[in-house]
T-cell receptor, first 113, second 114 residues
Framework: SQTIHQWPATLVQPVGSPLSLECTVE??????LYWYRQAAGRGLQLLFY??????ISSEVPQNLSASRPQDRQFILSSKKLLLSDSGFYLC????????????FGPGTRLTVT | AQSVSQHNHHVILSEAASLELGCNYS??????LFWYVQYPGQHLQLLLK??????LVKGIKGFEAEFIKSKFSFNLRKPSVQWSDTAEYFC????????????FGQGTTLQVKP
């Protein structure tokens, strides 16, 4: 069966520090991968998606970037965190091509101080 | 741009009451529709989905949803809620494409009183 992992589960970082959140998927090949940010009362906002290795599409201009160095690995990064980057970050995958349900990881709670 | 609107942000019900959560989307083409649920401390998980066929779809835990194309709606229902249904519910729409991007509504927090 398929499993999606995210780490760390929680993270507290000072403003201006770098960020790296990792997501890996097991039990499937060639998935579509997604990064979302969840804010209270605002639903899930899609940040990035990837349909293949090295293929990243950004949905919202921001202080973050994403990379997909391997088929089942998706990384969310920042060179310098802002206070506004605080939030709950979710990784998800779906079968390719898209259009089907997405499966979500446990999420990372990021607090920027 | 496509959007999804959930009309109720916070719903409080007593056990055994009936539930209906509204969801409307704006897009004129073919869509796939989803309801996700996030129980306290748990992953976001799929409750039910609609791709095609019978517009009344049934999901886990006694939930169902009806797709009304003319109203661009996909409302979630349950005849009798339980305390364990306390959770946050999200409606989502996928515009059929290779990317599989989902557009989520703002979410509805359901609190069921025992």
């Amino acid at each position: 069966s398929q499993t999606i992992h995210q780490w760390p589960a929680t993270l507290v970082q000072p403003v201006g520090s770098p960020l790296s959140l990792e997501c890996t998927v097991e039990g499937t090949s060639n998935p579509n991968l997604y990064w979302y940010r969840q804010a209270a009362g605002r639903g899930l906002q899609l940040l990035f998606y990837s349909v293949g290795i090295g293929q990243i599409s950004s949905e919202v201009p921001q202080n973050l970037s994403a990379s997909r160095p391997q088929d089942r690995q998706f990384i969310l990064s920042s060179k310098k965190l802002l206070l506004s980057d605080s939030g709950f970050y979710l990784c998800a995958w779906s079968v390719r091509p898209g259009g089907y349900e997405q499966y979500f990881g446990p999420g990372t709670r990021l607090t920027v101080t | 741009a496509q959007s999804v609107s959930q009309h109720n942000h916070h719903v409080i019900l007593s056990e055994a009451a009936s539930l209906e959560l509204g969801c409307n989307y704006s897009y004129g083409g073919t869509v796939n529709l989803f309801w996700y649920v996030q129980y306290p401390g748990q992953h976001l998980q799929l409750l039910l989905k609609y791709f095609s066929g019978d517009p009344l779809v049934k999901g886990i835990k006694g939930f169902e949803a009806e797709f009304i194309k003319s109203k661009f709606s996909f409302n979630l229902r349950k005849p009798s809620v339980q305390w364990s249904d306390t959770a946050e519910y999200f409606c989502a729409v996928n515009v059929i494409s290779n990317t599989g991007k989902l557009i989520f509504g703002q979410g509805t927090t359901l609190q069921v009183k025992p």
